[in-house]
């Protein structure tokens, strides 16, 4: 697996980063919600420099001008619901893309801190030799990236695979080293320090999903 760390490099994606952070901006959810969707917007254009790309041309009023286009089918999925936010601004950039959605949530069915991931909802077109990139704004233990994976790739196979979370913690990048292939792409727009013993990022920002829509029962 490939991992691409965005964050790195100071950019203004450091910015959105810090403000979504922060608990005092975190009280205005339209914030919270644009702040996302510009972190989507780059996240995209970063991704979009390793997909294919054929040679095209373009009639202007004055005349003919060859560039390029990208020449791959893709696919943005995101996972329901805090993925929702960030996949408007990989809409945004890949305005040609289709789109699928997957529920998954973290079940404790004995009421304690052991979970399992359940998958009850999947609205996806086909990813026979497209390019899949799988939207999720938290990377924690990544069993639920890993189960909709696998969810997904029961009947068809993607040409190629790019998971784009904003806030990852280092067990979570592990996890996936270890069960998923290694032709696919992780993008990380921030590592964090650890889990904390309920499995929750550290010092992450909280429930993106409820920030970004409110509380859930």
Known sequence: M?????????????????????????????????NMERIGEI????????LQYQ????????????????????????????????????TNFFDHAENGFVSAYRHHPNNDDFFDILIEYKAIPSLEN?????????????????????????????????????IAAPEGIDHLRETIPGNCHL?????DEKLNEKNYIIPGLGDAGDLAFGDKL
Not at 71 to 79: E, G, H, M
């Open 187 to 191: 993008w990380v727009a921030s590592l």
């Open 43 to 50: 996240m995209a254009y970063e991704i979009s420099k390793e």
């Open 2 to 34: 490939q991992i691409h760390y965005i964050s790195n490099n100071n950019s203004i994606l450091n910015h959105f980063l810090a403000e979504i952070r922060d608990v005092q901006i975190q009280k205005d959810g339209l914030r919270f919600r644009k």
């Open 130 to 166: 497209k390019v899949l990139i799988l939207i999720d704004p938290m990377l924690a233990t990544g069993q639920s990236i890993v189960a909709v994976l696998n969810k997904l790739h029961l009947e068809q196979k993607p040409k190629e695979v790019h998971i784009a979370v904003v």
């Open 55 to 90: 040679e095209v041309s373009v009639t202007t009023p004055l005349g003919v001008k060859n560039t390029t286009a990208v020449a791959d089918k893709v696919v943005l999925c995101s996972i329901l619901r805090a993925g929702l936010a960030l996949h408007t601004g990989f």
